[in-house]
């Protein structure tokens, strides 16, 4: 089974697929939204400096396991841990659970593409006043529409995923990156050009220290978790396609640089508006949705635009839910040894029923919740705020401590001795003791 394990066919799959995963919702809607609840610039700069101190030495760690494994992240921990590495395999149950939660939220997030999609077709999406706008999300994200557009999200994704690895991943993603780059540059330099343009940057790229406490770290740090998609196996399964040949350490500086670029020119496009707009920053989930509109409704020819962006967004947000659902896939079948037809089939199953559930929270369970937290709430937090950045801490103590330095050398080879032991010190010390320290002082 692992030696006719697919590869990715070229060099620009592997970027286009690691960082088709990292780019999605995650840097266009979730970093917006957490950047103006935690008060925009030291998020900023505490989401940066978690990057690179845990998010690049993490995901080098992930592709080291996958490639040196060739498995799913359970079989990678029984693979490569001596004597079977029974407890650590309980990561890999971790890893499954999180990314079906965060599947299940993250397809309803999906679906509202869709709305502002077709919306934006019909052009009712620009004319309408703001306030009535907003009015309108609130009841489409309350009523059944919603629940339809998750499902459809949920349909797709299994579609793509049945497709396998190179048809279906790395050609979506080949295509789709090098143009949402485009167009959120072009995005980027139009809100450049509004009245809020200057207060917006103030607010992302001025840090306001005296605000931050320890759930704006805790936050900064889910949200390098989720951006990077990390803690969970996605790095480490899109490794196990990589070929022999492909340098580790250069891809996930390229992944992570381009990831937090978009999340930037993200933050670029939208406080700006905000500001211009007079929308709350902390508005939470809904901020983006509601200051898009504005934006394209300014712009010449506002239709196409939004157009374009939101089914990029949408095949974006699909090549993000094709990574999160490889890892259940891969697990169901070289794990439990069914089809893959059948791995699928159980994901998407599982994900159907919480995903509705995650749908409803904006309407029917709106008043069901859980530690103050409605189903969609609480599945984001403890997958991105816990899950992720626990996962991600296990996987640098196992790579620092557990596996064999030879494979971690091999592996990483072609990169330069100094940076090897720089990462090594950073998985041994700095990324397990930062989140523990970060964990301690948020409880
Ligand atoms: N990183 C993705 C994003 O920013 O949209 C979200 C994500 C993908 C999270 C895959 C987790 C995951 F396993």
Redesign the pocket.
Known sequence: MTENRPHFATRLGVIATTVG???????IW?FPYEAGTHGGGAFLMIYILCIAVIGIPVICAEFVMGRASRRNIFGAFRTLAPKGGRYWQLMGVAGIVG?IM?LAF?SVVAGWTIEYLMQSLAGTLEEVASTERQAAFDSFTGGWRCVLWTLVILGLNCAIVLGGVRKGIERVSNLLMPLLFVLLITLALNSLLLPGAGEGLKFLFRPDFSTVDSSVVLGALGQAF????LG?G?MMIYASYFSPSTPLLKSAATTAGLDTLVALIAGVIIFPAVFTFGAEPSAGPKLVFEVLPDIFHRMPGGVVWSTVFFLLLLLA?LT?TI??SE?SVAYFSEQWGISRRKAVAVNTAIALVLGTLCALSFGPLSDFTICGKTVFGLFDYVASNIIMPLGGMLISIFVGWVLRRSVFDMELSPAPRALLCCLAFCLRFIAPGAIAVIFIAYI
């Open positions: 995963s990292a780019v999605g919702l995650g840097n979730r990314s965060i993250y989720f951006s990077l998609s969970l996605t947000s993000s990574s999160m890892i």
